[in-house]
């Protein structure tokens, strides 16, 4: 048995989706829309799945979704790769797998910044790899020069980036990601991007990809995911982008851990990458206005919630919501007592975790959101919490 996974409990994501069921609780927790996603996109892989073929597509992906792919960030993100710089996965997961499979050798130092995704560490740990730790802190949760120089002094050979940012909400901004761009230059460090939230972003921000700054296009490999595009988290389908030299081995990876990818799905994919500008502008602006719906309520109630500029969550202070519960005992109390499931963000920590802050997913109907809120501030106040202000 590998003691890797030997060792690992059940994911936070599952635990409290598990209680939210067990006391039919409204799940504000796990992050899904509670939507069925576009109409067309699931029409064009319904009309494949009817009427084009189901077997075995090639390894990479359908030419037709890599050129989709590859056209899709050129007209997004002025990105210059091409069909070939392409390769399709079973989801972002799988493509993470793959890349940190095929990128770290046993022994090599990886650099993870947190809060991160659940998935990096035991990812890292499987393949050998020796896990270092940036840790940023709530409110701002900002890269800053002396951190990043700090955590890049032993020069590690891959650093993976979570941006937009899974659980904190932040989208780094240009300043930031000339940082990461300029120590991986300094130290000749990989950089893993896990970029799955890029267009799920809020007041005017834009997205820059870690791939497209000086040097950069050599080094970095760029994770994309159709499921969080198109907020149809079920589809499964993932892409890496890549220079040749990166790409080839991360493929070589892919070949034996899903090997390929439902061609219905992908052709839906296709399609939907190639939707006009005001669908995607559409997109951001709904769950901007649901972000700003969860936000006033629970100011409304009380909590001190944190600045949220992208993905489908918002965050809010315990402490300076005048609660004095650490986040994992607010969150198992609050599923059963309130009939709310939300995250600690402690489960995003494997060191020096913070255990005031709480994620919410947004990505709700505005009932549902309402409802929760409610049942949030009716929570805090059996806790005998005064007014505070937000923050």
Known sequence: MNPVYASLGTTIFEEMSGLARAHGAINLGQGFPDGDGPIDVRQAAADALLHASNQYPPMMGTAELRRAVAAHYAH??????????????SGATEALAAAILALVSEGDEV????????????LVRRAGGVARFL???????????????????SSPRVVIVNDPLNPAGRAFDREEIALLAEACRRHGTIAICDEVWEHVVFDGRAHHPLVGEPGMAERAVKIGSAGKIFSMTGWKVGFVLAAPALLRPITRAHQFLTFTTPPALQAGVAYGLGKEDGWFAAMRAGYQRSRDRLAAALGAAGFAVLASESTYFLCIDLAASGIALDDRAFCLRAVVEAGVAAIPVSAFYATDAPRNVVRLCFAKQDDVLDEGAARLGAFRETLGAGRVGAI
């Not at 650099?111 to 035991?122: E, F, K, R, V």
């Not at 840790?135 to 002094?153: I, K």
Request: no cysteine; net charge negative.
């Open 111 to 122: 650099l993870l910044i947190q809060p991160s995704y659940d998935a990096y560490l035991p």
């Open 76 to 89: 997004h993100q002025s990105l210059a790769f091409s069909e070939g710089d392409v390769l399709v996965t």
């Open 135 to 153: 840790s940023l802190a709530p409110p701002a949760w900002r890269l800053t020069p002396d951190a990043v120089a700090a955590a890049f002094a």
